[in-house]
């Protein structure tokens, strides 16, 4: 068996600067770069470089969130251990997947809604400006809906459903809100680890 | 907003007709066929149908595992979050990921090795067959050097780290034992959500 690199930060060194190599030219900056490259070290697919959508000043619109100690909503489990538990305990935020308090699914139940949208109801009247969706389309039409109701007040959303059915539609919608700062995947490509690597470049800015 | 489909079985079920549709001719087998599809679901990635490997009988090999009620390995708590809870729950099965022990942090820090490594060798020791790998190039070199030294003992194996140091040949590595049971996802892409896809795909041929 040929010898490997066995350390992680040297692992993850070196697959940055693969990467950084192949992704050839382009116009994203260094803080940008950051992002995208962690998107693709998460996935190894290069086709997220032209699918990721980053808002002017958002980085910093979420770097301030970060750096006064927020709680991150998250759609999934999934994408809840994919972020670094250690850079969010530097930061003092914590993130935590809604859908999966108690109160959510009695919510959705009597309401016959999915537990997804019961989850973004809740976080809004807790109070929750950072949103993290990596796969529920339903949880992310409703932060729309919400907004536009005035009962919802996000001040920074990740929005990186997946999947054939809504996933575009909903990160199409979520746009519109012209105002909202966001990084967001477009076309069907996303998920819980690429929602959660995108908090963790985010984090890595500051903690690094 | 238009009206969206908020049901997620009816979701989910759409999701896979579309997949069907846009896969085209395919020499895959029925029961390939839920898994291929599952891997495509949760990544928005057709690519995945060419980078599969199902090892023949590997699927019934799986089968008898998860029928007799197996512990299954899995190197990072992603993976392990995205496996569904009803369904090991169902077969009585359970997973654990090793790499969150404490005392596989130990033996790491003791040793001077990835505490992937370390959670590859407590498995072996507690006679885990069951292993799943969506992450660590060195956990999979790893389970392959105990295999060959007669101190692991693995009947079925999900090999889908994912990146662009060690994974790729991690994979190639590990089919080299001709005669276990295994699903890989050959190349650099792969990752959590996929192994745990892979597992969920297997246990809903039990289960559903």
Redesign the interface.
């Known amino acids: ?2 010898d ?5 930060m040297d ?1 993850e060194k ?2 940055f600067e ?2 950084g190599e192949e992704m050839g030219e382009n116009n994203f900056s260094q803080e940008e770069l950051q992002i995208v490259k962690r998107v693709i ?5 290069f086709e997220y470089k032209d699918l990721i959508y980053i808002r002017e000043n958002s980085i910093k619109s979420a770097l301030d969130l970060l750096k006064k100690g927020v709680t991150i909503y998250t759609d ?3 994408a ?3 972020i670094n538990k250690r850079a969010l305990s530097n930061l003092n935020c914590k993130a935590e997947c809604f859908v999966s308090k108690e109160n959510v699914a009695q919510i959705a139940n009597e309401r016959n ?2 537990r997804s ?1 019961a989850a973004v109801e809740q976080a809004a009247e807790e109070g929750i400006e950072f949103f993290v969706f990596g796969n529920a ?2 949880a992310l ?1 409703k932060l ?2 919400l907004t536009l109701a005035g009962k919802a007040n996000p001040k920074f959303i990740v929005g990186a459903p ?6 575009k ?2 990160k199409e ?1 979520i746009e519109k809100l012209k105002y909202i700062p966001m990084i967001t995947i477009r ?7 690429v929602a ?1 690597s995108i908090v963790n470049a985010l984090m890595y800015m500051l903690t690094r």
């Open positions: 068996m040929k490997y690199i066995k350390q992680p692992i070196r697959s693969i990467i070290h998460t996935t190894a697919d999934t489990n999934m809840l251990s994919g809604i999915t949208m389309p339903t039409f729309k809906e997946i999947g054939f059915v809504g996933a539609e909903s919608e076309g069907r490509k996303g998920g819980s680890a959660a």
